[in-house]
């Protein structure tokens, strides 16, 4: 063998080394991955909680209906009408217990409020309230809704988007709603699918924004054009305006949209508020489907700065879906976990986890996407999700919802999907150049993903051993303590499918402790408080949010998993009249009512 | 998508005359002509749309490429070689595959280079580099990679600066011709696809309006080391890889370009080394 051979041989190998790499490391465990015993036992042992889906059993059997548009997007209608199922959480008629809010999306269709029953079960009483029968034909269809107490009365009050006319419901003491749509001065149509209250000047009244997808000037059910899509995957600005509605404190709302400087007709998808940089003033972040995302920092009440691109989070396209805070490492600072598409072999887009970067603060506050090294990148056709501590460990764990259409199981749209995706903007954007869907699936019957955060840097995928097990097309995601345990249940509106109930099953070794605020000075809601628990040496940050993830909203009250720890050392509360109160070990186990000092 | 452009393109005059090359600063080596375009089009899609997605991974991806070549050159050959060839392959590697994690960037153009010395029939390699790289990537590593195909901000104008600028270099590199007879077969099938399927012929059409239709016909199918010599032989590899690529279109396969190419390209560089290799024909080159 001559030495030729023998370099050609070492040559071979190298190159078939090469070549089961990929198999090798598809092999690979990406961290910790969950054992196969799976069960109710296991998985409380094991990780601290299960969770058990009993939405029939609470009284609620509910499954979304999706709209019929115009017949020129028949064959593409799954496509299209892909979105309106919502769940926010409210408690609507301050009896301590949190109630639901559930759109539906078919015209003629009814939207739902489940009353807590206080027994383990909810009572649709939307009808009887007033807000049930809001998808009359040429009225639009829900997309979905958030509560707010804009006139500071101490029940939170209803705003409804759509596709269509947006509606204001005031609730009357908890004890029915009055629509005041044309009196607050709403638009009279626009296709949303995003909206928070926030208070963006602090000047103690809730301010409303809503983030429009397709155009305001566009009608689903009488086009005057099928040239209504994106005019690209990635880079389209031509959707929806978005709205900057300040409260004049008379019932009627100011668009001061272009005065404070937004000025974005990217297609959003989620909004989500809070103060990233420690000004008391809350910053906007915008997920937008089709596009970058966009960061507007919040000056002083006065004008918002877009700065997307030199905080990190504006420069690669993709498709945003999900906009969600959280303090994932007890430091004091919030994350935002945006949702994107990953599709094995076609579409690899991955999950954003903007981090903070150390070192970096106010002004120049820059974030690092670290959903590949904390494992919450892969998520398939993702939607909807929320951080919350599920086990009651003090970590946030991560809640998401995925799946875009389900139908037939045998064939894929992702091929036309990918072919017509790639064409210039005068294809892409008519909607007649897209090809017939007929029965076939696009990212279907997806498995959920249930995020355990180890508190070291790694999130553990546990869905399937926690109990969650259904891949219906999940659109929005909250949480709540729906029973009063003491713990977070989490309630999935499903596309065309059922609403989910999953109820949680805590370690009783972990304990925790929750806050609901009651702003003075402050709006009532006491949206923008930020909440510091400090325990055991470590902190966390919580704001209490006016809508977050993707047409959601979680129960108004802040939840603390404490761990095994039994005592709290203090909580801190900057309000959002700027006051800070600080509340000395308060007694874990229970939540504490607290009401802004005068 | 990696050209050798070493050898087919005609070497610089070992002393160049002022008046028959112009001034001396002016000249350029023909085969840095194609690595200067695709760096153009990856700057200007990078500065203009964010194309990449990263550009340290991009970057790695050049790294791993050049460095790969270097060493197997080195070691293998016995020489050094000219780098323009693996830095466009670790370029289109940066582009062309889209991945979460990083070490698909860097096998990508291990591969991509390591393919090119291990595959050879008669001194010949068979693929193109990184178009087997990428496909042995969407083979093999389905689940962490997937193919550029949507992103390039999807208007005309980066278009109307890209193809004549990209026709200007290729025609200087005699290769223009194998562009324009896969971009007509291709539009030709798109209507044939079109009637076939009853979907809009636009939609057919799109892919070639996107950005990786634009590497792929500038990089990839005229890389002279992967095709035939003769002048029609090359029209009918182009229209066969334009023919593959509905067949594979029709089966509804996402990849189609790219597995075209890696299922033609390698069968008609067979058929010529065997066509060569056969006595009659060495019988013939003698006699001539």
Avoid at chain 1, 207 to 226: C, H, K, M, R, S
Avoid at chain 1, 513 to 519: K, M, Q, R, T, V
Wanted: glycine share 10%.
């Amino acid at each position: 063998m001559t030495r030729h051979h023998v370099a050609r041989g070492f040559l071979l190998a190298f190159f078939l080394v090469l070549l089961v790499a990929p198999l090798i490391l598809k092999r690979l465990p990406a961290g910790h991955t969950p054992g196969k015993e799976a069960g109710s036992v296991a998985s409380l042992t094991r990780y601290g909680f299960r969770l058990e889906e009993v939405a029939k059993t609470a009284g609620i059997d509910f499954t979304h209906q999706a709209p019929t548009l115009d017949p020129q997007l028949n064959h593409i209608m799954p496509l299209v009408a892909s979105m309106g199922a919502a769940v926010s959480i409210v408690d609507f008629d301050r009896d301590g217990w949190p109630d639901l809010h559930v759109t539906n999306s078919a015209e003629g269709s009814y939207n739902r409020l489940y009353r807590n029953q206080r027994d383990g079960t909810f009572k649709d009483v939307a009808t009887e309230m007033g807000v049930g029968d809001v998808n009359r034909p040429g009225t639009g269809v829900s997309m979905g809704a958030v509560w707010g107490d804009y006139d500071n009365d101490g029940y939170e009050d209803l705003f409804l988007y759509k596709w269509g006319r947006p509606e204001l419901f005031r609730n009357d003491g908890g004890r029915g709603f009055t629509r005041v749509t044309e009196k607050a001065g709403l638009p009279r149509w626009l296709n949303a699918n995003t909206a928070i209250w926030l208070d963006y000047d602090r000047d103690g009244r809730l301010d409303l924004f809503i983030g429009g997808y397709y155009p305001e000037t566009v009608n689903l059910w009488q086009l005057a054009t099928t040239r209504i899509m994106p005019e690209s995957f990635e880079y389209a600005q031509n959707g929806g305006r978005k709205y900057l509605f300040r409260n004049r404190g008379d019932g009627s709302f100011e668009d001061v949209t272009a005065e404070v400087g937004i000025n974005s007709r990217r297609w959003a998808l989620a909004a989500a508020a809070a103060d990233l940089r420690g000004t008391g003033y809350p910053d906007l972040f915008i997920a937008n489907d089709y596009g970058v995302s966009e960061l507007f920092f919040n000056d002083r009440g006065r004008r918002f700065r877009e700065v997307g691109k030199p905080t990190g989070v504006g420069f690669a396209p993709k498709s945003g879906m999900n906009a969600a805070f959280g303090d994932i490492s007890n430091h004091g600072r919030l994350a935002i976990y945006v949702t994107n598409i990953s599709q094995e072999g076609v579409l690899i887009q991955g999950n954003n986890l903007w981090v903070p970067k150390e070192g970096t603060s106010g002004d120049a506050l820059q974030y690092q996407n670290l959903a590949g090294a904390m494992g919450v990148e892969l998520g398939g056709w993702s939607f909807g999700a929320q951080f919350g501590d599920l086990n009651n460990d003090g970590n946030l764990d991560l809640y998401l919802t995925n799946g875009y259409v389900s139908a037939d199981k045998s064939t894929s749209y992702w091929y036309d999907f990918a072919k017509v995706a790639t064409g210039n903007s005068t294809i892409i954007s008519d909607a007649k150049h897209w090809p017939p869907i007929g029965r076939r699936s696009l990212s279907g019957y997806e498995q959920k993903r249930v995020w355990l955060n180890d508190g070291a840097g790694r999130f553990i995928e546990v869905a399937q051993v926690v109990g969650v097990t259904d891949t219906h097309d999940g659109r929005s995601v909250a949480f709540a303590d729906l029973w009063n345990r003491g713990v977070l249940d989490v309630v999935v509106a499903n596309q065309k499918g059922p609403l989910l109930l999953y109820r949680n099953t805590v370690s009783p070794e972990n304990n925790w402790i929750a806050f609901e605020l009651d702003g003075t000075r402050s709006n009532q809601s006491a949206i923008g408080a930020q909440v510091t628990l400090f325990w055991n040496g470590r902190q966390q940050l919580q704001e209490v949010s006016g809508g977050s993830g993707f047409c959601a909203q979680n129960q108004r009250r802040l939840h603390f998993g404490l761990g095994k720890h039994r005592e709290v050392e203090k909580v801190t509360i900057r309000w959002p009249s700027g006051q800070v109160q600080t509340i000395a070990a308060p007694e874990i186990g229970r939540v504490h009512k607290v009401k802004e000092p005068t | 998508m990696t050209p050798d452009l070493s050898a087919s393109a005609p070497s610089p005059p070992a002393v160049a005359t002022p008046e028959a090359a112009g001034p001396r600063w002016f000249r350029v080596d023909d085969r840095f002509l194609a690595p200067i375009l695709i760096t153009c089009i990856l700057l200007a899609g990078q500065l203009s749309f964010g194309l990449l997605e990263s550009g340290a991974k991009t970057a790695l991806a050049i790294f791993a490429a050049v460095l790969t070549e270097l060493v197997l050159a080195r070691i293998f050959a016995g020489k050094w070689p000219h780098l323009a060839s693996s830095y466009i392959s670790g370029i289109s590697v940066g582009i062309l595959i889209r991945s979460p994690a990083i070490w698909p960037y860097v096998l990508c153009s291990m591969l991509s280079i390591t393919s090119k010395h291990v595959l050879r029939v008669k001194g010949r390699h068979l693929w193109n580099p990184s178009n087997f790289g990428i496909c042995a990537m969407l083979f093999l590593a389905y689940n962490t990679v997937a193919s550029l195909s949507i992103q390039w901000g999807n208007n005309l104008w980066p278009m109307l600066i890209i193809w004549p600028l990209g026709s200007a270099i290729i025609w200087r590199l005699r290769r223009l011709h194998i562009s324009l007879a896969y971009v007509v077969s291709f539009i030709l099938f798109a209507f044939l696809r079109s009637a076939l399927t009853g979907h809009a012929w636009q939609a057919e059409v799109a892919p070639l309006t996107g950005p990786m239709y634009q590497l792929y016909v500038f990089f990839m199918i005229t890389d002279p080391k992967t095709t035939v010599r003769p002048r029609w032989g090359q029209y009918l590899v182009a229209f066969t890889v334009a023919l593959a690529e509905t067949i594979l279109r029709l089966s509804e396969i996402v990849n189609a370009p790219f597995y075209a190419l890696f299922l033609v390209g390698p069968t008609a560089n067979l058929i010529e080394i065997w066509w060569a290799s056969r006595p009659s024909t060495h019988a013939k080159q003698a006699a001539t």
